[in-house]
């Protein structure tokens, strides 16, 4: 008997098969029901669930078979644990008659002892037509992972709230303006909280008090925000973000913070610049700040600080960093805040650098003490976004006495925008960096890359060029350019077919990042 | 050093530290039932052969870790090549999995299915598989009836 004709799969044991289709999208192992009957029954033991009902996919046509099959997938299997019941439901398509049924799915879910729940309610509707959560959900006593989107929580003051095991909460889009009792009433009611999540939840205060266990809180645009209080003595984690703010908003921790080792603050709108200093001195053992603000003074001084990640979006922020013992920086922004930093700034610590200088002129004196600071550093990545051959100018009397490669800068990213004197430039950079790879970024400029390609390909093995000079040019020192992966030399392939003047090649984009590994010689070939 | 006896007699010696990825092996280590020889009966040497051979790669041991540190990158794409098998080993390295309780293992293999299976009809399913169709047509239509929000 050979082997290709055997029913092989149909021979696991159940629990195996049920695994394999709990990963697969729930349609299409509705739709494997037909395979074969074995596989039919199959449905109604799947350890989890996640129905969507939403547009423009879905419509009201199929409506009744999709909440058949939600019913008898809930209803069918009652003392079967359930892990998991996702339910995503825009409730304007499906229309209120069905809310009875929903609850009753709820209820199915919660007999069943489920794990994690996670409903969202999507609807256009304004906070007083939300979804009304039903109450029972808040005495699920089996839930660990609770997350509930775009829907009311009718807490009031006695409401029962059970949630022994809950370990994360995660709340998306609830009203909270005026609620904040309720919201306050619902986390205090659970002991073993470990991981909550606010996101968009319009409420002006929120207090998260004696949480012994917390360890990650993220409070992700909630841009009505005026007081965050907050005792949890275990906290490691907190990440506070926020595109834009309405009104400047106080952080105050009561507790010590003495385990936070991770600190995320995004704030363009400077919601919470005038508590960043005592906050940033309150977390002694922080190992990580990526920090992403409007600031105008931004001050770090710490000193078990590991890792750095500074984006500020002022070009004329001032900033100071006093980390001694700094591994690992990365920046992006504009230039000028960050040389004069870097000046002061105690780098023995420092390994791995990660600089992106986003639309800044690049000025040779000012960088060259700037990269004599970090040339230790292992690992050390340059992002230059060109938009111009104005940038990279060298002024004439320096010319002489700046031998390439001026910086020693291990992985160049470059982004060029479309602009002249692509050979110009060029030469320019590769007579600053001789990197060990080279990548050409999405935004470049595809011509840029088919320019860039040419020269490498047609550099000679031993060039006739800058005889008259005492600098030699970059080809006297470049050995070999391979392309990194296939990927990159498929991408090249398809700019370099293209003829130049065709429309194709006049509207095209280099659609993935295209890495060369430079060998360069230290000395002159 | 542990020794596994396969189906067919043939002998694997593997650390401990690798042994006690397979889980069933580890309980009985821990039980105090572990012999020098530990006889695996439901699986074939070729098979058990291969298991071993994803474990002694995937093993957390620290010391290990710093000596040999693979990448995740890197594991995964020893991974990829690693399930580059036929439908015969694949499912019977499934059942050993699944026997000796190696979770990783089996999750890889589970997805590596579940790949098969993502996308195709239910006629395509079949036939990958050799699945016979034990459905009349009417039994199907009602299937497809029922389940029509599915078929959308």
Redesign the interface.
């Known amino acids: 008997m050979e082997d290709e004709e055997i029913d092989r799969i149909s021979q696991l044991p159940d629990e195996v098969l049920i695994r394999i289709l709990s990963l697969v999208p729930i349609k299409e192992v509705a739709r494997a029901k037909l395979v074969s009957k074995a596989w039919q029954n199959l449905f109604e033991f799947l350890p989890s669930f996640k129905f969507y009902f939403l547009p423009p996919r879905d419509t009201t046509d199929d409506i009744s078979s999709f909440t058949n099959a939600i019913d008898s997938a809930l209803k069918l299997r009652k003392h079967l644990t359930l892990h998991k019941l996702r339910l995503h439901l825009d409730i304007d398509l499906m229309g209120s008659r069905w809310f009875s049924l929903i609850e009753s799915w709820i209820d199915a879910a919660i007999e069943r002892k489920v794990k994690h729940l996670d409903l969202c309610f999507q609807t256009e509707a304004d906070r007083d037509h939300l979804y009304r959560l039903p109450v029972k959900v808040f005495s699920a006593r089996t839930i660990t992972d609770l997350c509930l989107d775009e829907c009311r929580l009718e807490i009031c003051e006695d409401t029962n709230i059970d949630l022994p095991v809950l370990r994360k909460l995660r709340l998306v889009r609830i009203p909270c303006h005026g609620d904040e009792h309720a919201i306050q009433k619902l986390i205090s009611s659970c002991p073993l909280i470990e991981d909550l999540t606010t996101t968009c939840c319009q409420m002006e205060w929120l207090l998260v008090s004696g949480r012994a266990n917390l360890q990650r809180l993220t409070v992700y645009n909630c841009f009505s925000l005026k007081l965050l209080v907050i005792d949890a003595p275990s906290l490691q984690y907190f990440h506070y973000h926020l595109y834009f703010g309405v009104w400047p908003c106080d952080i105050v921790f009561t507790s010590s913070s003495e385990f936070l080792k991770e600190l995320i603050l995004h704030d363009e709108r400077c919601t919470i610049e005038h508590c960043f200093q005592s906050l940033l001195s309150r977390f002694q053992n922080l190992k990580l700040l990526n920090i992403f603000c409007g600031f105008q003074r931004i001050e770090i001084s710490h000193l078990r600080l590991k890792r750095l990640d500074l984006r500020p979006t002022r070009a004329d922020a001032m900033l100071k960093i006093n980390t001694p013992n700094l591994r690992s920086l990365r920046y992006e922004g504009n230039r000028m805040p960050l040389i004069p930093a870097m000046a002061s700034l105690n780098t023995s610590s420092l390994r791995k650098v990660d600089i992106n200088f986003v639309r800044s002129h690049f000025s040779i004196l000012q960088s060259k003490e700037f990269f004599e600071k970090i040339r230790h550093c292992q690992d050390m990545k340059l992002h230059l976004h060109i938009e111009s051959k104005q940038q990279l100018i060298i002024p004439g009397k320096l010319r002489p006495i700046l031998s390439p490669p001026v910086y020693d800068i291990k992985h160049l990213n470059l982004t060029v925008g479309k602009c002249h004197r692509y050979p110009y430039i060029i030469d320019r950079m590769l007579w600053m960096f001789h990197p060990q790879t080279l990548s050409i970024s999405t935004e470049t400029a595809p011509r840029f890359l088919k320019v860039l390609y040419n020269k490498f390909r047609n550099k000679e093995k031993h060039p006739k060029c800058c005889t008259s000079c005492t600098s030699k040019c970059w080809r006297h020192y470049l050995e070999e350019v391979q392309i990194h992966d296939d990927e990159s030399r498929e991408e090249i392939d398809r700019i370099m077919a293209m003829p130049e003047l065709s429309e194709e090649f006049m509207e095209c984009e280099v659609e993935c990042k295209v890495r060369f590994i430079l060998k360069w010689r230290s000395s002159l070939l | 050093m542990i020794t596994l006896r396969s189906s067919d007699g043939e002998t694997f010696d593997l650390d401990e530290v690798v042994a006690v990825e397979l889980q069933t092996i580890k309980n009985m280590m821990e039980d105090g039932c572990a012999e020098s020889v530990i006889p695996v009966p439901n699986v074939e040497g070729k098979i058990l052969a291969k298991v071993i051979e994803y474990c002694k790669k995937h093993v957390k041991s620290t010391v290990k870790a710093e000596e040999h540190a693979l990448s995740d990158a890197d594991l995964k794409a020893w991974d990829s090549d690693f399930i580059k098998l036929?439908?015969?080993t694949l499912?019977d390295l499934?059942?050993a999995a699944?026997y000796l309780d190696i979770k990783s293992l089996?999750d890889l293999l589970?997805?590596t299915?579940?790949n098969m299976?993502?996308?195709?009809?239910?006629e395509e399913?079949?036939q990958i598989?050799?699945?016979?169709?034990?459905?009349t047509p009417e039994e199907?239509q009602e299937?497809?009836?029922?389940?029509?929000?599915?078929?959308?």
């Open positions: 036929d439908q015969a499912f499934i059942m699944n089996l589970c997805q299915v579940a299976i993502k996308g195709k009809s239910p399913i079949r598989f050799n699945i016979k169709n034990d459905f199907e299937i497809r009836r029922e389940n029509q929000w599915a078929f959308q």
